[in-house]
């Protein structure tokens, strides 16, 4: 079994979206952990806020198949097929690392908005403070106090998974 890390976000009807994330992820994923979530500006476009948050699972499908897994989910919930890379997002599900896997086909893990974005970086620090990227070799706690944050604040949010 395989530990992953899962960036999630919306923008469109944010808390709709996130709970319905989750529970599409927990019907597939097993163990699944949520970190905090975090509210902060749309990156790369003028758009509405997003929420964001990093989930942690456990899986036996390849990397292959967990990709093709959270874009099926995506699509089940509202995004369309042809969204442009900066644009709003009703749910978007990025793997950002399994295991400690380096690749570059067919995708980049783990993901460079790891190291690049707080809204990721922040997330994943607090539900794996201890997991080491492979690439810089420091630990998530290490990197998020490293990271300067003031250009891309960051509010955490009192979310309730259960309110409809």
């Known amino acids: 079994m395989a530990r992953i890390f899962i960036g999630v976000g919306s923008n469109i009807e944010r808390e709709r979206y996130l709970r319905a994330g989750l529970m599409a992820l927990q019907e597939v994923f097993s163990e699944c952990q949520c970190s905090s979530v975090y509210e902060s500006d749309a990156f790369g476009f003028d758009g509405d806020p997003f929420f964001n948050l990093v989930i942690s699972a456990t899986t036996s499908l390849s990397v292959r198949e967990v990709s093709a897994t959270l874009r099926k989910i995506e699509f089940a919930h509202g995004r369309p ?30 993901r460079e ?31 998020w106090q490293a990271f300067d944050a ?3 604040p960051l509010s955490r949010i009192d979310f309730d998974w259960h309110a409809r």
């Open 81 to 110: 097929e042809n969204a442009r890379k900066f644009s709003g997002r009703t749910l978007d599900l990025d793997l950002l690392a399994y295991d400690a896997l380096v690749i570059s086909d067919p995708l980049v893990l783990p």
């Open 150 to 152: 003031s250009r891309q």
């Open 113 to 143: 908005e790891i190291l690049k974005n707080a809204f990721v970086l922040c997330p994943f620090a607090e539900l794996a403070p201890e997991w080491r990227h492979p690439l810089a070799e420091k630990t998530l706690t290490v990197l």
